[in-house]
């Protein structure tokens, strides 16, 4: 149940698109469709973003969006907001029956 | 529609406690549930799973043999039994509503904090 590897910060200007890789194996990222994607601001219980690679919930801004390809999944935020400075954490189902986050990645909007 | 989780404190190393989530607005029983926890300054950890109907519990590794998860449906609430408690379960834990079954966490309690120190 190794974390799957995300970079520890990326950063962008407002109105920019920034993408956030989230590298597992063919035993969690690469073999299910299972990637979920959560913000969290400092203080605050983590937030939905994107499920099953690139679902995205009912209401959620269309500035998110998620893809998959092998065994690295990515969330792609475009059109950087303030408010999208946040911690941003991928998950994924696994061959063992379990989830394993990501490290997290602080986003920061310059 | 929310979750709320209770039970947290300070414990000595070795100790037990045991933590609830309960839940409102929603059909409980309808929904696979979620502990993730998160230590101070770190990152997220997922903890355990119990199905919709409490059949079926997995957990991860690092808890395994020393946490029980478990569901009261007529009571709406979710519990997780922390046995031998370390160090190291020093964390925030949260409780998460899985709406898809396989692991989208569409919401989220506020937490209640552990603290394992001698």
């Known amino acids: 149940q190794s974390a799957l590897t995300q970079p520890a910060s990326v950063s962008g200007s407002p109105g920019q698109s920034i993408t956030i890789s989230c590298t597992g194996t063919?035993?969690?990222?690469?073999?299910?469709?299972?990637v979920s994607w959560y913000q969290q601001h400092p203080g605050k219980a983590p937030k939905l973003m994107i499920y099953d690679v690139s679902n995205r919930p009912s209401g959620l801004s269309n500035r998110f969006s998620g893809s998959k390809s092998g065994n690295t999944a990515s969330l792609t935020i475009s059109g950087l907001q303030a408010e999208d400075e946040a911690d941003y954490y991928c998950?994924?189902?696994?061959?063992?029956?379990?989830?394993?986050f990501g490290g997290g990645t602080k986003l920061t909007v310059l | 529609v929310h979750l709320v989780e209770s039970g947290g404190g300070v414990v000595q190393p070795g100790r037990s406690l045991r933590l609830s989530c309960a839940a409102s607005?929603?059909?409980?029983?309808?929904?696979?549930m979620h502990w993730v926890r998160q230590a101070p300054g770190k990152g997220l950890e997922w903890v355990a799973v119990i199905s919709y109907d409490g059949s079926i519990k997995y957990y991860a590794d690092s808890v395994k043999g020393r946490f029980t998860i478990s569901r009261d449906s007529s009571r709406n609430t979710l519990y997780l039994q922390m046995n031998s408690l370390r160090a190291e379960d020093t964390a925030l834990f949260y409780c998460?509503?899985?709406?898809?079954?396989?692991?989208?966490?569409?919401?989220w309690g506020q937490g209640t904090m552990v603290t394992v120190s001698s």
């Open positions: 998950s994924s189902y696994t061959s063992s029956a379990v989830w394993v």
């Open positions: 063919s035993s969690d990222v690469g073999g299910y469709n299972y």
């Open positions: 998460a509503r899985d709406n898809s079954g396989q692991g989208a966490f569409d919401m």
């Open positions: 607005g929603f059909t409980f029983s309808n929904y696979p």
